[in-house]
């Protein structure tokens, strides 16, 4: 059952959903080759407890850490472990914040140093995929419409593989709610989207095929062929018939700039 939020809950998932931001803007600055992915998820889970509030993810069906990070052939759900960063890498860092009630969730792939053009590239289509999807995000269309224009720019237009068996999801009072948002799809088919929706959008683009599969930790999931994938999520309410973004890409964008050990040159 899908839980429509009211104008108020949603300004407390924005407060939770903008500290989800702040932390990958945390993460940002201080990103670098040499460091273990365990460190990465240490800067995020003090961020977020010095503010206040909880790590979502932390024991969420036993997951063990603050962030899940998923590093090149990684799509989701990777284990932060002891595994060193190296220049050349795509690191994406998935980050959940609950506080006052209510979760938001957001996520981001960072690239470590110099990345091959096409990983750029790649990169680039999965932040554009992301916003054609939220584009859709308005009263009266259907969860299908968003799933088809996702699905649409990165495998028509740009020729990368959605991933199917992983899809975006309602969240509030619950990291993981009613709907299901896929990044695939038919135009027309599925829930309404209606005043008070809140959902996490969030394509998860493969280089070559489309399909993944577990590694033996049971968490992390990883394409087939091992080539890279890229993940950005943003949370997302429907509020006066419009798309409202309640989480920022603003601030972790102005971290990547400035950060010398990180590259940006895909926004170009
Ligand atoms: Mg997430
Ligand atoms: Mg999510």
């Not at 803007?25 to 080759?33: D, I, M, S």
């Not at 206040?52 to 024991?59: I, L, M, Q, R, V």
């Not at 990684?74 to 795509?90: C, E, S, T, W, Y």
């Amino acid at each position: 059952m899908i839980y429509y939020k009211s104008p108020e809950e949603i300004e407390l998932i924005r407060q939770s959903a903008l500290l989800v931001s702040a932390t990958l803007a945390e993460v940002a600055r201080n990103l670098k080759p040499g460091m273990s992915t365990l460190d990465v998820d240490a800067i995020a889970e003090k961020f977020i407890r010095d503010h206040g509030a909880t790590p979502s993810f932390k024991n969420y069906r036993g997951f063990p850490n603050t962030c899940c990070i998923s590093v090149n052939e990684a799509v989701v759900h990777g284990i932060p472990n002891g595994h060193i960063l190296k220049d050349g890498d795509i690191v994406s860092v998935d980050v959940g914040v609950y506080s006052n009630g209510f979760h938001g969730d957001s996520a981001y792939t960072f690239a470590l140093g110099e990345i091959p053009v096409h990983v750029q590239k790649l990169m680039a289509a999965t932040k554009v995929a992301l916003q054609k999807g939220i584009e859709k995000a308005v009263t009266g269309n259907r969860i299908g419409d968003i799933a088809y224009a996702i699905q649409e720019y990165v495998e028509k237009e740009r020729g990368y593989g959605v991933v199917r068996e992983l899809v975006g999801h309602g969240l509030g009072r619950n990291l993981h709610e009613d709907p299901q948002v896929p990044n695939y799809g038919r135009r027309g088919s599925g829930s309404v989207l209606k005043e008070g929706l809140v959902i996490a959008i969030e394509p998860m683009v493969n280089l070559g095929t489309r399909d993944v599969e577990y590694l033996e930790d049971g968490w992390t999931v990883v394409t087939r062929d091992r080539k890279a994938s890229v993940h950005y999520e943003h949370t997302v309410s429907v509020q006066k018939g419009k798309a409202d973004v309640l989480s920022s890409f603003a601030d972790i964008e102005l971290a990547e700039k400035n950060n010398p050990a990180l590259n940006a040159a895909y926004m170009n």
